[in-house]
């Protein structure tokens, strides 16, 4: 495998992980569904970052960017995050979605979106463990309400998140699928003004931590 000045995404000529364009067709209705539950447990998702993963990979970031593949990098990240959150006492309330960007801009390519429960009072010294772990000091905030922290380059970007994140986390949930040969709505897709993040991405696209999935919500007899 190549480092991150090759070319990460091939080995042998080959996807080294299945790639796909669009978010499963349930995709968004998991995530908003997981962030409801986790307001029922009292750890609501609240608080957003998004890393523009393929940028800092160009540019020679180290840590989990250097690692060669991006979805390799992700695990190792979001395994990072969860260990800091962990040592705190915090429960491990999480959704992410892998998206892409098109054109020319500088951050084009490969971005990652995870929402996750922390408390106000940790979102400083998160920052500054970001900037650790991507190599990006913090610059100056945006000055929109909802700006906790960014980097100097907009390489990563830490804020407050109202609403159900699943909604934009899902965004790029296929508006159709196929049915016996013909296009229809997918209805499994929430009706959102919400768009973009399709793209090629290789490896899975969305996750959602355990103690808000499925198994935890039917443990609760949660609907």
């Known amino acids: 495998m190549k480092r991150a000045s090759g070319h990460p995404d091939y080995l042998v000529g080959q996807y080294r992980y299945t790639p796909s364009t669009y978010l499963p067709l349930d995709a968004q209705s998991k995530m908003m569904t997981a962030v409801r539950f986790a307001s029922h447990v009292q750890t609501p998702i609240n608080t957003l970052l998004t890393i523009n993963a393929a940028h800092l990979q160009r540019i020679g970031s180290d840590s989990v960017f250097d690692i060669g593949h991006l979805w390799d990098g992700h695990r190792a990240f979001i395994e990072l995050l969860r260990k800091w959150l962990v040592h705190r006492g915090i ?7 892998r998206e892409y960007t098109g054109g020319k801009n500088e951050h084009h390519g490969e971005h990652w979106h995870i929402a996750f429960h922390l408390q106000q009072h940790h979102w400083a010294d998160l920052a500054s463990q970001i900037a650790v772990w991507t190599g990006e000091a913090i610059g100056e905030p945006d000055g929109t309400a909802k700006c906790i922290a960014k980097s100097v380059t907009g390489a990563w970007y830490l804020n407050r998140r109202k609403g159900n994140a699943g909604e934009y986390l899902g965004k790029a949930t296929p508006k159709t699928r196929r049915r016996y040969g013909r296009t229809v709505p997918n209805q499994l897709r929430q009706p959102s003004d919400f768009r973009g993040g399709e793209g090629p991405i290789q490896g899975k696209r969305f996750g ?11 443990r609760q007899g949660w609907q």
């Open 91 to 97: 429960t491990w309330a999480c959704i992410w979605s």
């Open 208 to 218: 959602i931590s355990k103690t808000i999935g499925k198994t935890a919500q039917e």
